[in-house]
């Protein structure tokens, strides 16, 4: 997790697999179940051929996935960054840890699950492989796990724990399966310049349990020694431990000799996900999400979920512009990626950031104030992102009191800040057609515009009420389309409309907040800017109460 992610890249899942068993629905982006009805492209070519306003139009025409929808409608999600290293005191291990150091005296993973349902948690991610290769559950495919530590005798399972303990509060599964491997490439695995070549997967070990062979799914996949290891791995995680909502994979190579490379078989990964937990979410090294760019939870001011992006080899793709780059998708960006881009894409943004100052527990940290998370929560969440929050289980196993009692003061601040949609079920009128959609509190619904760069909601409370909070959202089923609005009240005592704010991206969320109160009956937005016809599904207004 030190590493910069300047290396990561998405994967278009598009190579062709053959499975010996079983058919892979590489492309299928919908629910699990659904009907076979064709989606609008979550994908566009472009070409350096196309103008501006011809990319322009093109990102207009882009739409999320199912999964990506439900993705961004978590807001808020976990990781638990747990392992060796919580004994050692490193925060990238080396592959040669004793594993009996891994013994947690009170694991207790139904305290995890209760912090984080009070946290107001929605999914959580245990680093079931961190870079050092250490596997928090008995795998057949390496030694170096829990079941050669003394910890419950080696038959402890905290992934299994974990799973289930997220289940019973109510709370989706994610897992973080490390690309990299110290362990492996000590055991000659990783980067051992081996070619790609089929395998079958999974691969068979002496005294396998899965004894009914003929009723495992197997699949005949491209991959290098140690892409198989990692296919092996994948496929115990994806079919033994329940439904897996996210797979959660970092662009990390080995600290190993510069000359030594592995070069990672994204496509026959994503594929295996696809094809075994089709509505997982693939972040932030994975077709459906990316990599805000920082570790500090932060999202640009103006967070584009449609982006350029290029293709990088092995069915993978990466970004066009660079990764940090201030502006990943406005008119301009887009016009400048036009040389190197291949493609635009639905791939928003996740927001990473640690509780402490480490991605594992030390026990001379603290974590970070409430007023710091709330303003993380605000610059994340609140510019058309999602949050990851880390809190590190302790060398007992459990997530510390001082965090556990942060995570609750954090949803109580979030909860004041905004407390009440004065806007909900309010009167509300305006071009288009829906004007009432947009304060029904259904993310499904929305006031359409008349026509891109036009249409103007304005919304009566009924009373005049003090407002400095302001949520918006499109319905982003049609796309991400506002380019530009202006917020206004008709202020008590005025004869005409003031000047509150505005706004240049909105996308699944977006929180504007007022350094001064403004009071007033009627509001209004004008939409000034688009791509296409603006579809909003949110506009309310709220008091903050802190």
């Not at 992610?5 to 629910?31: I, M």
């Not at 005798?153 to 973080?176: M, N």
């Not at 000799?257 to 979410?281: C, G, N, Q």
Request: glycine residues 8%; contains cysteine; aromatic residues 8%.
């Amino acid at each position: 997790m030190t590493v910069s992610r300047r290396l990561f890249v998405t994967a278009a899942v598009t190579t062709a697999v053959a499975a010996s068993s079983t058919s892979l629905a590489l492309a299928a982006p919908g629910r699990t179940g659904a009907p076979a009805v064709p989606e609008a492209p979550y994908r566009i070519p472009i070409s350096p051929e196309d103008s501006p306003d011809e990319v322009v139009t093109k990102a207009s025409h882009v739409r999320p996935t199912e999964r990506q929808i439900a993705w961004q409608r978590l807001e808020q999600t976990a990781f638990l960054h747990f392992g060796v290293n919580t004994f050692t005191g490193l925060e990238w291990g080396t592959g040669d840890e004793d594993p009996d150091v891994f013994k947690p005296t009170g694991l207790n993973t139904d305290q995890w699950a209760r912090a984080l349902r009070d946290g107001g948690f929605k999914l959580a991610i245990l680093t079931v492989k961190h870079h050092d290769g250490f596997v928090l559950y008995p795998s057949r495919y390496t030694k170096h796990s829990v079941v050669s530590s003394s910890w419950r005798d080696g038959k402890g399972d905290v992934l299994r724990a974990f799973a289930d303990s997220l289940r019973r509060h109510g709370i989706k599964v994610g897992v973080y399966i490390s690309p990299a491997d110290e362990n492996q490439y000590l055991h000659g695995v990783y980067a051992n310049g081996s070619a790609r070549s089929r395998r079958t997967i999974p691969t068979p070990v002496d005294g396998d349990d899965r004894a009914d062979a003929a009723a495992v799914r197997s699949f005949t996949l491209d991959a290098t020694d140690y892409g198989a290891h990692m296919l092996n791995q994948l496929y115990e995680v994806l079919t033994e431990y329940g439904p897996i909502d996210e797979v959660w994979f970092d662009g990390a190579q080995g600290r190993i000799p510069p000359e030594k490379v592995e070069t990672y078989d994204w496509d026959s990964w994503y594929a295996v996900v696809r094809a075994l937990a089709p509505d997982a979410t693939v972040a932030v090294r994975g077709p459906d999400v990316r990599w805000v760019g920082n570790e500090g939870g932060l999202a640009r001011e103006n967070e584009w979920s449609v982006v350029p992006v290029k293709d990088s080899g092995n069915g993978s793709i990466d970004y066009a512009l660079k990764y940090d780059a201030p502006d990943q998708g406005s008119r301009e960006a887009l016009a400048e990626a036009r040389e190197v881009a291949q493609y635009v894409q639905w791939w928003p943004a996740e927001c990473d950031v640690s509780i402490r100052p480490g991605w594992f527990y030390h026990e001379d940290e603290q974590p970070k104030p409430v007023e710091q998370l709330t303003d993380i929560w605000f610059r994340s969440v609140g510019r058309n992102s999602v949050l990851l929050l880390n809190i590190p289980p302790d060398k007992r196993g459990l997530l510390p009191e001082a965090d556990v009692a942060r995570l609750r003061e954090f949803r109580e601040r979030i909860e004041r800040e905004l407390p009440e949609d004065f806007a909900r079920d309010a009167r509300a009128r305006g071009d288009g057609r829906r004007p009432s959609q947009a304060i029904d509190g259904d993310p499904d619904t929305a006031w359409a515009c008349p026509a891109p760069s036009r249409g103007t909601l304005t919304v009566d409370l009924g009373e005049a009420r003090e407002v400095d909070r302001i949520r918006l959202g499109e319905e982003i089923r049609q796309g991400q389309q506002l380019e530009h609005a202006v917020i206004e009240a008709r202020v008590s005592g005025g004869s005409g409309w003031t000047f509150v704010s505005e706004v240049d991206t909105v996308g699944a969320s977006r929180v504007l907040t007022l350094a001064t109160p403004v009071r007033a009956r009627e509001w209004r937005l004008r939409v000034t800017g688009s791509r296409g016809a603006v579809r909003l599904a949110e506009f309310g207004l709220y008091r903050s109460r802190v």
